[in-house]
Structure formats: structure tokens, C-alpha cells
């Protein structure tokens, strides 16, 4: 079962190995990416950081929908993991599964709207359109955090 | 009840509780002591009985300290006589999330186990495991 779909721009990380794993009994780390499926070294940069005793997959955002609503995402409690606010609009659309999206954060060259979130329009676009599907975006770097909701956040930042 | 001591030389054991908290999103569980230059003997013992005397005479307490043969170490041996006390050297940010994550009632030897073998598991060359590259766990 999915136990958490998380965006966040460095995908495996410390919060994400150690914290989220631990404190939802992740047996799986499912990292869905268009293009680091085919960049060997990141793929293996990436897995360094998964803990013992958790496997993990690369897939396309097609087959990582196909893997998620099929029997192979009803073997292992899943953390899916996506770096980026269109791939979690088609990822969030496309699983039922899903209820809400927790965010880590997106450092980029964007407007910040919350800390460690930087957005741009079509990113703000993305994220209300997940909401209007009635699963909720919120930041939440590590479960030990509180979910917070970004529907107010979400209004387009100041230029 | 368990508690958790973090003990070093200068800052290392507030900041790894501090890097601890940014991973992991939890505070205040854990007490540290830091040992300056300057502090004597009697001040290191004076700020570990402040720090101990708050919990109760059999209460289990696990202390993760920097380094085997440090000051702080040699002196918070003393309390294993008198203290249902354990002690760890060589912390990592790994032990100290391993302890933080730990399920407060297992044994004491066995959180003693997994944390001593998550702190030697952390030390790793990643350009030795890059050339490895092991895929076992790829699903």
C-alpha cells in the first residue's frame, strides 16, 4: 500500500531514508523521475542512501502510475517520492491510492512561499489542481512535523 | 524509564542533537553535555550529577559520548558504579537517530546492539560502493 507520496527536489535525503521509513514502517522506496531512470549515476547516488532492509525502484512517471494501481503496489508499504510539482499533478491524478501529497520542499530560482518551497506559476497551477482533486498539499519535511496545509500559500507570490 | 545523554568535547553533542532534530522533526528528548577546555574535573562532575541527578536512582540511562579515553568519557565512567548507567563512544548522527527512532521498551542490550551497529554500519567509502554498485534490493 502507499504509505506516503512525498514531493521533494533532493528525493532520497536524511529525512526521507531515516525519518519517514522508520516512523511509517517503509518497506519500499519508489522514486518516480522521467529522466533519472536513464542516468545510471545518479540512480546509484540515490540508492546509497536507502537504509538496509528497504528496497527501492526507479520508474518512469508511466510506469510508476502502472506500479502503484497495480499488485505490485499492494506488496510493500511504499513511500513514492517525486521531485517536482508536475509529476506529482500527474502521479496524485492518475493513483487513487493517494489522498495527499506531503511535501519536503523545492529550492529553486522561484518566489518562496513557505520555507524551503520556492514555486513558480505553473507550479502554483499544478498544486491547486491536486488540491481541486480533493487530496490535500502540505509541508511536512519529516512525520515528526505537523502537516501544513499550503492552501493559503498558494495564492501567485508578489513579482 | 530510559533516559538519553549526548557528551563531548565543546559543541559536537548540542549540535549533533540539533542536526538530529532537522532530520528527524523531533526536540527535546535528549539531554547533551559539552566539556570546554578550561573545565575541571569537578566542573565536568558537577554538570553530569546536574544532568543526572534529575532522574530517578533506577532509571536506565544510555550515554553516547565522541570519543573512548576522552575527559567527558573517563568521567561519566565513574557513574557505571552507581548508575544504572550504559555508555557508547564514538557518536554518529546515525547512533543518535537510531536511539531517537529506538522503541523505548526493548532491552537495553539490545538498543545497545542495534545503535553500535548502526554507528559502524554509517562509515562507508561511497566511491568504493559506486564501483560495487549492488542491486539486490532493486525492485
Known amino acids: ?159 | 524509564m530510559r533516559h538519553f545523554l549526548i557528551a563531548s568535547h565543546g559543541p559536537l553533542s548540542q549540535a549533533i542533537l540539533d542536526s538530529a532534530s532537522l532530520v528527524s522533526g523531533r526536540k527535546g528528548e535528549f539531554v547533551s553535555i559539552g566539556v570546554e577546555m578550561n573545565d575541571s574535573r569537578e566542573t565536568v562532575r558537577g554538570r553530569v550529577n546536574k544532568a543526572l541527578s534529575g532522574w530517578p536512582p533506577e532509571d536506565e540511562i544510555l550515554a553516547l559520548t565522541d570519543i573512548i579515553g576522552g575527559n567527558v568519557t573517563n568521567i561519566l565512567t565513574d557513574y557505571i558504579k552507581s548508575r544504572n548507567l550504559n555508555i557508547i563512544t564514538g557518536v554518529n548522527l546515525g547512533m543518535v537517530l537510531e536511539a531517537l527512532f529506538s522503541d523505548r521498551d526493548i532491552p537495553m542490550e539490545e538498543l545497545v546492539e542495534s545503535i553500535v551497529s548502526m554507528g559502524r554500519a554509517g562509515i562507508k567509502h561511497i566511491n568504493s560502493l559506486l564501483i560495487e554498485n549492488n542491486e539486490e534490493d532493486a525492485v
Open chain 1, 1 to 159: 500500500m502507499i504509505k506516503a507520496f512525498h514531493m521533494d527536489d533532493r528525493l532520497i535525503h536524511g529525512q526521507v531514508a531515516i525519518s519517514w521509513t522508520r516512523s511509517l514502517g517503509i518497506n519500499l522506496i519508489l522514486i518516480i523521475n522521467d529522466e533519472i531512470v536513464n542516468d545510471e549515476f545518479r540512480k546509484m547516488s540515490l540508492k546509497l542512501g536507502v537504509p538496509d532492509g528497504v528496497k527501492y525502484g526507479f520508474r518512469t512517471v508511466e510506469k510508476g502510475i502502472e506500479f502503484l494501481n497495480g499488485s505490485d503496489g499492494k506488496k510493500y508499504n511504499i513511500m513514492a517520492l517525486v521531485n517536482n510539482t508536475a509529476d506529482a499533478l500527474r502521479v496524485s491524478t492518475a493513483v487513487p491510492e493517494i489522498t495527499k501529497v506531503t511535501v519536503g520542499g523545492i529550492r529553486k530560482n522561484a518566489p518562496q512561499v513557505y520555507e524551503s518551497l520556492c514555486l513558480d506559476e505553473r507550479d502554483i497551477e499544478n498544486l491547486k489542481e491536486i488540491i481541486s482533486l480533493g487530496k490535500p498539499v502540505g509541508m511536512q519535511p519529516t512525520p515528526g512535523n505537523k502537516f501544513v496545509s499550503l492552501d493559503k500559500y498558494l495564492e501567485i507570490p508578489n513579482k
